[in-house]
């Protein structure tokens, strides 16, 4: 079983409109949320994180959490071309001796069209 | 300045060689990580690094080692290509206690 689950997509919305990418994770005590950002052919960028339940809005960008429900969500509004990428959302566990170690879903494709 | 740099950038090579992938952060992090990104693009961890530390993930096959020189330096040794080891692999860097990774540029690896 996946530990982390997103929709491959592609997600594809037009220019100005609110894009809308989901995930959910398996593991109750994951206590990190994040959402990187990959471009083809490029490395993850990490865009946002989330700590708690409810929405961190960073410019265009709100990353909701539900632990309840074991769910993450990333909203882009007046989402533009250059937003085209692939999404991946990523959980760690509090308290890892180990650094980060993430747990990645597989990523969402993002198609901003003009 | 890059502040994670791996070498190469590209590397295909014969079933059943032994390569190496070079990584080196400048960030003054002290924990590196390597990355497995497959065709499908699932990111996968391979290696968490502290300097008196490693993690390994349980499902990485011992063909698999890295080797690190000095805090800076994270080396990924592979032996025994297989063809299920071509993919993209990253290292990363961050600081314990902050949770931003900092990706290398990546190193598309390609067994033959």
């Known amino acids: ?114 | 300045d890059t502040a994670v740099s791996q070498t190469p950038k590209y590397l295909v090579t014969q079933m059943g060689n032994d390569k190496s992938i070079k990584c080196e952060q400048n960030l003054g992090h002290d924990t590196m990580y390597w990355y497995k990104q497959d065709s499908k693009k699932f990111l996968k961890i391979m290696f968490s690094y502290n300097n008196k530390e490693l993690i390994i993930n349980e499902t990485v096959p011992n063909r698999f080692s890295p080797k690190s020189p000095d805090k800076a330096h994270l080396n990924l040794h592979i032996n025994s290509l297989e063809l299920g080891d071509s993919a993209v692999y990253f290292c990363a860097s961050s600081q314990r206690g902050r949770e931003k990774l900092f990706f290398g540029s990546g190193t598309q690896l390609s067994v033959l």
């Open chain 1, 1 to 114: 079983q996946k530990e982390v689950e997103q929709n491959s997509g592609p997600l594809s919305v037009p220019e100005g409109a609110i894009a809308s990418l989901n995930c959910t994770y398996s593991d109750r005590v994951s206590q990190s949320f994040f959402w990187y950002r990959q471009y083809s052919g490029k490395s993850p960028e990490l865009i946002m994180s989330i700590y708690s339940n409810g929405d961190k809005e960073d410019g265009r960008f709100t990353a909701q959490l539900n632990k309840a429900s074991q769910y993450v969500s990333l909203l882009i509004r007046d989402s533009q071309p250059s937003d085209s990428a692939t999404y991946l959302c990523a959980v760690n566990i509090e308290g890892s001796n180990a650094g980060n170690m993430l747990t990645f879903g597989g990523g969402t494709r993002l198609m901003v069209k003009p």
